[in-house]
């Protein structure tokens, strides 16, 4: 019993160093990772990590709803707001981000499977996995900068994202969404993750550097995209079923 037990842990070990080394030198740990592919750490990590990040952001998200109601409501009105709106919206962010990042796992690596048929799906997941942590790093960042500057100064969602990034070339992010969004997910992180995804897909997946690369910065820019146009979408849907 305590032989596979140790063995376990070894494996555990392991996985969790080229989590890890992917930060930093991801050729050698996609080679690693390369003699067997996993994707069960990285997932948890990832899932793990989104959830500090989840529970963190509920704090900041209750201050900027105070902040608003304070000043379209007078701040006498604050708390009786805040308790009954304020943690209902959070739990419908939480779930529809819980949703979403799965989601996005899943386009990310099937529009790379459509493109490389030959590559298996299992492969594909795998590289994108470990290059997320690149991700879940950010947000994790940008959280602990939005507390370090303090939570008090929180007063809408422009002041939700601290990473710098080209949103600061955008003067007026309220009414260029779009333009904030692209330009926002524009940053250090990301190219950081797009090389990173693309050394995967080239290590794990025997693409090409240049077309692992193709493909890399082709799926980050059109879920981007996506992101950014959601608001639109989400408002013609709710038009389209009479709910406007």
């Not at 069960?40 to 899932?47: C, F, M, T, Y």
């Not at 994108?128 to 602990?144: C, D, F, G, K, P």
């Not at 025997?206 to 690369?213: F, G, M």
């Amino acid at each position: 019993m305590i032989y596979p037990l140790g063995r376990y842990f070894r494996m555990l070990k392991d996985e969790l160093d080229n989590c890890v080394s992917v930060l930093a030198t991801p050729s050698d740990a996609y080679s690693k990772i390369r003699i067997s592919s996993r994707w069960a750490v990285p997932l948890s990590l990832n899932s793990l990590m989104y959830l500090i990040v989840s529970l963190l952001m509920m704090g900041i998200f209750r201050q900027m709803m105070s902040n608003i109601y304070a000043a379209r409501f007078g701040a006498d009105s604050v708390n009786t707001l805040v308790s009954g709106i304020s943690m209902a919206s959070f739990a419908l962010i939480l779930v529809f981000q819980a949703v979403a990042i799965p989601v996005r796992w899943i386009v990310v690596s099937s529009v790379v499977r459509i493109a490389s048929r030959e590559v298996p799906f299992r492969s594909i997941l795998s590289s994108l996995l470990y290059a997320e942590i690149v991700l879940s790093l950010m947000s994790l960042t940008n959280v602990l900068l939005i507390y370090a500057r303090g939570i008090e100064k929180v007063s809408g969602p422009s002041d939700l994202d601290l990473v710098p990034g080209l949103q600061f070339i955008v003067s007026d992010a309220a009414n260029e969404r779009i333009r904030y969004v692209l330009a926002q997910n524009v940053n250090l992180f990301s190219v950081w993750y797009v090389v990173t995804f693309a050394i995967g897909l080239t290590r794990l997946c025997d693409i090409p550097r240049s077309r692992s690369l193709a493909l890399s910065c082709l799926t980050w820019t059109g879920w981007s995209f996506l992101v950014a146009l959601w608001p639109q979408i989400q408002s013609g849907l709710s038009s389209a079923i009479g709910l406007q």
